[in-house]
DNA sequence: CGCTTGACCTCGACCAGCTTCAGCCCGCTA
DNA sequence: TAGCGGGCTGAAGCTGGTCGAGGTCAAGCG
């Protein structure tokens, strides 16, 4: 598929696509003999990837890395795992603090019910 | 209390305190006579909602409207209540979004662990 | 054949949200 | 009275990620 499907699928803007494998956030596009990208499901994986990955917060450095060990191939398995592994401790984390935030807010506006006040 | 003890107390640095302020982030601060940031108990109290707001994505603006409301007093209670209640429910929605992303990478991880091989 | 469409590239602009810098002031201690 | 720590200001700088302009090229179509 060319890039424009791509873009649609993933959400991604054409632009976007294009700096991601540019930067390295992915392995390289396969081009047809007229130049352009042909996306192909794994392609689309990996864009999906990156859009989950970049949603959650993960910088386009640890992306890059993530792409480098990939190419050295099996061998860095290990080190890609752990990566993700990371990756969802931090997410984890990052849910208890919304979840304490959620908490603030609940609290916030229940004085706003009770004193219906001059306060924050 | 002074803008370096407000500093530690929130974790803010004193040039974002600064910078909050001047942007309107919080009300003004009021000032000893050698010109120096007081801070009471209330300041401190906004200083961590905005902390709160800020590590779950609330942008400035909004804070800064935020601000403007309270600035114009009790009156505009239901719309900074509005405002919060807005903000719970994308914190809710961030939720699900990490735990989408949660699932993709244990999906992931799984892969890795059945194939132990050259995917993604 | 020429037009349209959609791809390609480079490179610089833009944005939010700080951070740093330069230069000044105040109060305290030695 | 000099030096020091810590405060003040306004403006400039930085960073990570994205977008846009300008210009080219290839495929498809009437």
């Not at 047809?32 to 990156?50: M, P, T």
């Not at 984890?92 to 306060?119: A, F, N, P, V």
Request: proline share 2%; with cysteine.
């Amino acid at each position: 598929m060319k890039i424009s499907e791509a873009s649609r699928r993933t959400g991604l803007s054409i632009s976007t696509i294009r700096y991601y494998e540019q930067s390295g956030l992915c392995p390289t596009i396969s081009r047809g003999r007229d130049g352009q990208r042909q996306f192909n499901a794994h392609d689309l994986d990996w864009l999906l990837l990156l859009c989950s990955l970049r949603e959650t917060g993960m910088p386009t450095a640890a992306m890059q890395e993530f792409a480098r060990l990939y190419r050295r191939g099996n061998a860095t398995v290990p080190e890609r795992k752990a990566m993700l592994i990371d990756h969802q401790a931090r997410l984890k984390e990052r849910q208890s603090q919304l979840d304490r935030c959620r908490d603030l807010l609940t609290k916030k506006l229940s004085r706003y019910d009770e004193i219906i006040g001059d306060q924050i």
